[in-house]
């Protein structure tokens, strides 16, 4: 796709799983959720990078291993967000045997 597809994708298909998915897990956190939510300001101007450096780092013991205050969120993303985004754009979903599927990283900055 290129770039006004990929846009008008985002917007049709992605945007409306994601919010639902993010509204379910927590409205008050996540009612107000546009593209910024995962692109940061330079979803305005399409000059966002990914992964985003806005975004929590995480490292590898972070998800395998969270701590209380992140244990629902980790599993939200792991179990839900990761594999429906993965499915709407057609990627596999990370995997050890899959290291080149979607994964945390492909959003999330890799903690040092």
């Given amino acids: ?3 006004r597809a ?3 994708f985002m917007g049709k298909v992605v945007m409306p799983s994601m919010r639902a998915l993010f509204e379910e897990f ?3 956190a996540f009612g107000t959720m546009d ?3 995962c692109h940061g300001p ?3 101007d ?4 990914m992964p985003n450096p806005q975004l929590d780092a995480l490292s590898g013991d972070m998800i395998m291993n969270p701590d ?3 244990k629902a969120i980790t599993e939200f993303m792991m179990t839900k967000v990761r594999p429906t985004m993965a499915q709407l754009i057609g990627a596999p979903e990370w995997s050890p045997e899959t290291p080149e ?3 945390c990283f492909a959003c999330h900055p890799m903690k040092p």
């Avoid at 399409?46 to 990078?49: G, K, L, N, R, V």
């Fill in 42 to 44: 330079g979803a305005d």
């Fill in 26 to 28: 927590d409205a008050e």
């Fill in 6 to 8: 990929r846009a008008k």
């Fill in 46 to 49: 399409h000059s966002f990078e």
């Fill in 101 to 103: 599927g979607l994964g």
């Fill in 35 to 37: 593209c910024k939510t």
């Fill in 68 to 70: 209380a205050d992140h």
């Fill in 1 to 3: 796709m290129d770039h």
